[in-house]
């Protein structure tokens, strides 16, 4: 069993900065696939970034340049950090990661960038 833990959301100005953290507990986590999704109020959940075990990226692109996805050396935490914040990127963000073919979510972290 895997379970994850999620920090770093926070209140932050439009133009600011932060850095969402996922770590796994649990033996053997390492991760095949990891991702940061978000949900704004009202809207459905989107795939913001997303890693694949060899290193490979993708970012949707209303982010891209502004976030960047990385992990430890181990695979069993990744983050997210974001960069030049707008007030839509406000929303709660979940971390999403496959372990030996299973998937597991996060508990969510809320982002909130005001104007």
């Known amino acids: 069993q895997v379970q994850l833990v999620e920090s770093g959301g926070g209140l932050v100005q439009t133009g600011g900065s932060l850095r969402l953290s996922c770590v796994a507990s649990?033996?053997?986590?390492?991760?095949?696939?990891m991702a940061w999704y978000r949900q704004a109020p009202g809207k459905q959940r989107e795939l913001v970034a997303s890693?694949?075990?060899?290193?490979?990226?993708n970012y949707v692109d209303s982010v891209t340049g502004r976030f960047t996805i990385s992990r430890n050396n181990t695979n069993s935490a990744v983050f997210l950090q974001m960069n030049s914040l707008k007030p839509e990127d406000t929303a709660v963000y979940y971390c999403?990661?496959?372990?030996?073919?299973?998937?597991?979510w996060g508990q969510g972290t809320q982002v909130t960038v005001s104007s």
């Open positions: 890693m694949i075990s060899s290193g490979l990226t």
């Open positions: 649990g033996s053997g986590s390492s991760f095949q696939f």
């Open positions: 999403k990661v496959s372990v030996r073919g299973n998937v597991y």
